[in-house]
Nanobody, 126 residues
Framework: EVQLQASGGGLVQAGGSLRLSCEASGLTSDDFAIGWFRQVPGKEREAVSCIASDGRILYVDSVKGRFTISSDNAKKIGYLQMNILKPEDTAVYYC????????????????????WGRGTLVTVSS
């Protein structure tokens, strides 16, 4: 069974940085996509970014130029480097994963993702 463990959240001032990590255990496939999503109370969970195991990356417009997604495929760990954080980035951040057919882009649609980690809270103060 695939399990995901997200970490790295915390409290930071606006303009600061945080790095989230997502470690996958029990994953035997080398072809997968890792996605990062976030959710604030009362709102739907929204996509942030995703990365395929072959390196294809997607970002939502609101984080382009500020967030960088990466992964260590050998270790099955995904990262989300968040810079120039804004108060509106405050949310619970979730990592998720699904097995991806090689050659395809990762998806920013949450229903593609079969496995989800527990969230990690990111709070950006103004």
């Amino acid at each position: 069974e695939v399990q995901l463990q997200a970490s790295g959240g915390g409290l930071v001032q606006a303009g600061g940085s945080l790095r989230l990590s997502c470690e996958a255990s029990g994953l035997t496939s080398d072809d997968f996509a890792i996605g990062w999503f976030r959710q604030v109370p009362g709102k739907e969970r929204e996509a942030v970014s995703c990365i395929a195991s072959d390196g294809r990356i997607l970002y939502v417009d609101s984080v382009k130029g500020r967030f960088t997604i990466s992964s260590d495929n050998a270790k099955k760990i995904g990262y989300l480097q968040m810079n120039i954080l804004k108060p509106e980035d405050t949310a619970v951040y979730y990592c998720a994963l699904y097995r991806l057919t090689k050659g395809y882009d990762c998806s920013l649609y949450r229903w593609f993702y079969h496995y989800w980690g527990r969230g990690t809270l990111v709070t950006v103060s103004s």
